[in-house]
């Protein structure tokens, strides 16, 4: 007989490449906390478990020459997680522009599915201190439903892993589940109507798994006719020292 689970692993993470500090290197950081001292963001979770612990993972820089910056972080209100004693910066030309935080890892609970969270920096008045987010990741444990158009489940094997019979529910009529694990040959999941707008399926879940969804063709989307492209003739293109390609909102960067 197979075993059974509702579950899988919700994973959402936050990054925005919005200013590349410094102007130098590859790394690009986020929101800045110069002229605004506080972020909030929000996100909810599909098939909520309140009994699961939520695992929080954050990542921050900062630049201040006076003292040492600090970030707070908050869920639903209540502090997870401090990025303390950032270092400052020296005044020298050798360095460094900004100092980045190690990523800090923290479970917390909740009481619904609505995360709220808040990030607060604390710099050095009158020194210039400014602080970047950098990212956050949210994981946890939460039940199987169909949560929209397109899904992604995550799920790991039971005790020692073997054929698992899922159940999703709040399931679309029209859904089509495959196994994604190999994203050169995906098998599609024969689903089977378990009543009240549940679907199963079952899977040989030997190691960490991945599926994805969709509830109706249209959401796919279709390649467009737009015309024929010219011959570039790259070859006859005269020698250059470098070239650079560059998305658009890169170019001073790059320049």
Not at 22 to 43: A, D, I
């Amino acid at each position: 007989f197979p075993s059974h689970d509702n579950c899988h692993v919700f994973c959402y993470a936050y990054e925005r490449d919005l200013v590349n500090p410094g102007r130098t290197g590859r790394v690009f950081l986020g929101e800045s906390f110069e002229r605004q001292p506080s972020y909030n963001f929000s996100l909810a979770v599909p098939g909520f478990d309140a009994n699961q612990p939520i695992r929080f993972r954050s990542s921050v820089a900062a630049r201040s020459f006076l003292s040492a910056t600090s970030f707070d972080v908050s869920l639903n209100g209540n502090k997870i997680i401090t990025h303390g004693n950032i270092p400052r910066v020296g005044t020298d030309y050798e360095s460094p522009y900004y100092m980045p935080a190690e990523s800090v890892k923290s479970d917390a609970y909740s009481t619904g599915a609505q995360l709220n969270v808040t990030y607060t920096f604390s710099g050095s008045t009158g020194g210039g201190a400014n602080g970047w987010l950098d990212f956050f990741e949210v994981t946890t444990r939460a039940n199987l439903t169909w949560y929209a158009n397109q899904v992604v489940y995550r799920v790991f094997p039971q005790g020692t892993g073997g054929i698992t019979q899922y159940t999703i529910v709040s399931a679309n009529a029209n859904m089509r589940l495959f196994n994604v694990n190999d994203p050169t040959s995906l098998t599609e999941f024969t689903l089977s109507d378990a009543g009240g707008g549940n679907i199963t399926f079952t899977n040989n879940t030997t190691s960490f798994s991945e599926f994805a969804g969709y509830s109706s063709a249209n959401v796919l989307g279709a390649p467009i006719f737009v015309g024929k492209v010219a011959n570039q003739n790259l070859h006859n293109l005269p020698l250059s020292d470098g070239i650079y390609i560059t998305h658009p909102m890169f170019y001073n960067e790059a320049v």
